[in-house]
Each structure stands twice: as structure tokens, then as C-alpha cells.
């Protein structure tokens, strides 16, 4: 889910809603923050097709920021529990956030101040960022996140699991010919070859 700067269901949104495409959607909030329309809507549109997609109990673990603290009960219905990262301590309990994430946004804004001058419109930079941040999660994809595990003192539970789905995912995402049910039934039959 990308969020831009923008008003709800205003122009930008309806604008960047084109920009959704099956890997990927848009929203806004008024700073570009996760506010509770967006977690809501994170919720309902990336969380639920993956809880329905893998049935049985499901463990989220999610920081203190007081908005999820909030919203625990949302995630209930989707057989989820929820576990709340002490402050202080998202440097060791969440491995992805200071590798994963923290590359990822230091590479967008390498990118973004590069290349911004060049742009034209306000809609033009709205569909380069877009396309950009695409790009960098498919090439975030493919990395071993055994790595990010390891700086944080944990060891990988999953490895095999982890490098199959990695490279499951990373050919969907490289190919845009698979329609929904396409995908869903190979992810049936991918998740019956991991049994």
C-alpha cells in the first residue's frame, strides 16, 4: 500500500487510484501518514485477502504506535492475534524495519532527489514515485531476509520456506500476464508443496 499526501476521496485519490494494479494500492491521507482510515483500509484491502488466503490462526506483530493499539479488534475477525512490540525495542524484535524498510526509504529518497527536478507536474512526479517505489520492492523482493534477521541477533526460522516463497513471489510480481485466480490457484499449489 502507498500512501501520498492528499485528501480522501478527492482528486488526487481518484487520481492515484489508477495507479493500483494487482501488487499494488494507493490511498491518501491528508500528511501521507498512517492514520485509522488507513490502517482500516490496509486492513480490508492487503491483511484479509492474505488472513482468508492461509486459514487457521494467524500472529501479527506490530509496534506501539498508539493508532494500532486501537484497532486490535479489527484484526480478531480475521483469526489474528496481535502482539504489540515493547517501545524501545523495534530495533530487535522487528528485523525488517532497520533493514528492510529503512533501505528501501533511503533509496526512494536517493531517487526521488536525483530525478525530481526532471519531472513535470504534480501528477507526473505522483506517477514517477509510484513507479519507483514498484520498482524498489520488486528489487527489495528478491533479497535474503536471513540478512536483517541476523543484524538483529535472530535467527531465521524458515530459510528454505522463506528462499522458495521469495522466489514464488518475485516471479509474480515479474509477471503481469497472471490474472487473480491465476495466481491463487498457483499459491494453493505452492502452499500444498510446502506441506
Not at 504489540?84 to 528485523?95: M, R
Request: proline share 4%.
Amino acid at each position: 500500500m502507498i500512501v501520498m499526501k492528499g485528501v480522501r476521496d478527492a482528486r488526487i485519490h481518484t487520481e492515484i487510484k489508477d495507479y493500483d494494479d494487482e501488487n499494488t494500492i494507493h490511498t491518501c491521507q491528508e500528511n501521507a501518514w498512517c492514520s485509522l482510515d488507513v490502517l482500516k483500509e490496509w486492513h480490508s484491502q492487503v491483511w484479509t485477502p492474505i488472513a482468508e488466503a492461509h486459514p487457521g490462526p494467524k500472529l501479527l506483530l506490530l509496534d506501539s504506535y498508539p493508532l494500532h493499539k486501537d484497532v486490535l479488534t479489527l484484526f480478531s475477525s480475521n483469526q489474528t492475534t496481535v502482539l504489540l512490540i515493547p517501545a524501545g525495542l523495534t530495533f530487535a524484535l522487528q528485523p525488517l524495519d532497520s533493514g528492510f524498510f529503512k533501505v528501501l526509504k533511503d533509496e526512494l529518497k536517493r531517487m526521488w532527489v536525483l530525478d525530481r527536478l526532471s519531472q513535470g507536474t504534480e501528477k507526473e512526479k505522483r506517477l514517477y514515485i509510484s513507479g519507483k517505489l514498484k520498482d524498489a520492492w520488486r528489487t527489495m523482493a528478491e533479497k535474503d531476509l536471513r540478512t536483517f534477521w541476523a543484524k538483529a541477533g535472530l535467527s531465521y526460522p524458515h530459510a528454505e520456506v522463506e528462499a522458495y516463497e521469495r522466489n514464488f513471489w518475485r516471479d509474480i510480481l515479474n509477471d503481469s500476464s497472471l490474472n487473480e485466480s491465476t495466481r491463487m490457484d498457483i499459491e494453493v499449489d505452492n502452499s500444498q508443496n510446502l506441506q
